[in-house]
């Protein structure tokens, strides 16, 4: 798997929305035979987040029990922690400029993710989620902090694990 930090702009003359933006990551993945899915970074808390998120999304298809057609769109709802794909899609690139982290993960992964930097404004953006955003997302509330010693990071992952018991 190969992550690719920077800066995602939509709504410029590069990518005029969303979607031009989304359908060139498509077009990467598909010249690379890789998946591709790009992530809003300030939801993203770690690298072992988008790990453990394709882990599961992996192994719930090999057993047939996948949620989506796309492989990446089933690694979204598993790093989102959600079964409904219009909810995981807030954890995706939005409009104007976003801090984005891109996972790239079978194929040519090196040179889809070289093709992918050229994308992207190149910046830091894994590790600098928002704290407050990421609460409010995985619906993580002051007295479930006070009653465990695991941080924020801890507790995202867990609710990724969760995904498959709440069928």
Do not use: C, W
Not at 26 to 33: I, M, N, Y
Not at 54 to 68: N, P, Q, T
Not at 77 to 96: K, P, S
Request: hydrophobic fraction near 45%; aromatic fraction near 4%.
């Amino acid at each position: 798997m190969e992550l690719v930090e920077g800066i995602a702009e939509a709504g410029g003359d590069r990518f005029p929305d969303v979607e031009a933006f989304v359908e060139r990551l498509g077009a990467v993945a598909d010249e690379h035979d890789a998946t591709v899915q790009a992530f809003d970074a300030r939801y993203a808390v770690s690298r072992g987040h988008l790990e453990r998120a394709v882990e599961l999304a992996d192994r719930e298809r090999a057993r047939g029990d996948g949620i989506a057609r796309e492989r990446s769109v089933e690694i979204l709802l598993y790093a989102a922690g959600r079964r409904q794909i219009n909810r995981a899609l807030e954890m995706g690139v939005g409009a104007g400029e976003t801090p984005t982290v891109v996972l790239v993960d079978g194929g040519e992964e090196a040179a889809a993710a070289a093709q992918l930097e050229d994308l992207l404004t190149p910046a830091e953006t894994l590790g600098a989620y928002d704290e407050r955003r990421v609460r409010e997302f995985f619906d993580v509330g002051e007295a479930e902090l006070a009653a465990t010693d695991a941080d924020l990071k801890a507790l995202v992952e867990e609710r990724v694990a969760l995904l498959v018991v709440e069928r």
